[in-house]
């Protein structure tokens, strides 16, 4: 755990999982979607993109497909684990559009802002 992190918990009460390490995501770029107070967006949410959450999520100001080499980014596409913030999750749920959440691996953090059963509506498998 990186200084100024919270405790590493996923939102079923266990260990919080690794969620893509490729690519690599996290606030800390760490591969999981830890958390604490110098994350403003609160990126606790692992969630499996899809082409119309990367849609619905650039028309928002955030545009997470297109490549970023400057910051090592390569851009997402639809499949890939990326840790989201709670807030845009929300709205993406609230537009009927939210991507799917690997629930292992989505910090219990998220739940101060959604509900575990909308979290267990939209659950994948984690990988083995």
Known sequence: ????????????????QSCSTAPMTGFWRDGCCNTGPADRGRHTVCAVVSAGFLAFSAERGNDLSTPRPEFGFAGLKPGDRWCLCVDRWAEALAAGIAPQVVLDATHEAALQTVKLADLRAHAVAARA
Request: hydrophobic share 40%; net charge neutral; charged share 10%.
């Open 1 to 16: 755990m990186t200084e100024g992190q919270v405790p590493s918990v996923n939102v079923l009460g266990g260990r919080l």
